[in-house]
């Protein structure tokens, strides 16, 4: 599997990009899942319905299933976060698979930026970042995108993956 990644400080558009991307790409042909990261608590499940009651029982993994999907849940109970690494371990096969967030991890990414929220970039200190996505003119020595060009940004992470 490829992995790209898309990094950016809060509110500088990272989701709403990736929802793009996933939309332009899977609609080459090509498949792609996708991993978030979370710095907050964070929760699929409804309190009181029975896959929450068996979490809260103690269970360390639930398994949901339908038949239009299935979910699991993995409660860390202190254990420490698992890295990026061992998550897409976990991921069943498929071309491309685009990170929100993992800002520190080695895999190249784009930086999806705003000047609205005042952040510095983080491309000019990181070399992982190959492209900049903004809503500004920005110099950099690497590509720079209009962060709402979708399918030029499509074009450019396919073109780096070979895919």
């Known amino acids: 599997m490829r992995i790209y990644g898309v990094v950016g400080w809060k509110n ?14 899977t609609s080459r042909g ?25 979490r809260e029982a103690g269970a360390t993994q639930v398994l949901l299933a339908s038949r239009n999907r299935t979910a699991l849940m993995h409660e860390l109970r202190g254990a420490p976060e698992p890295t990026l690494e061992m998550l897409l371990a976990q991921l069943a096969p498929v071309d491309l698979v685009l990170v929100e967030g993992y800002k520190r991890d080695a895999h190249p990414k784009v930086e999806a930026h705003r000047a609205v929220t005042g952040n ?15 809503d500004t003119a920005v110099s950099l020595d690497r590509p720079v995108f ?17 895919l």
């Open 30 to 54: 090509i498949t792609v899942s996708t991993v978030k990261h979370a710095h907050h608590s964070f929760d699929v499940d409804h309190v009181g319905k029975d896959s929450y009651r068996h």
């Open 120 to 134: 510095p970039l983080i491309a000019p200190d990181d070399p992982t970042v190959r492209a900049v996505a903004s």
């Open 12 to 25: 500088a558009g990272k989701t709403g990009l990736m929802e793009r991307l996933v939309t332009e790409i």
């Open 146 to 162: 209009d962060l709402d060009d979708t399918v030029a940004i499509a074009d450019f992470i396919l073109a780096e993956v070979d």
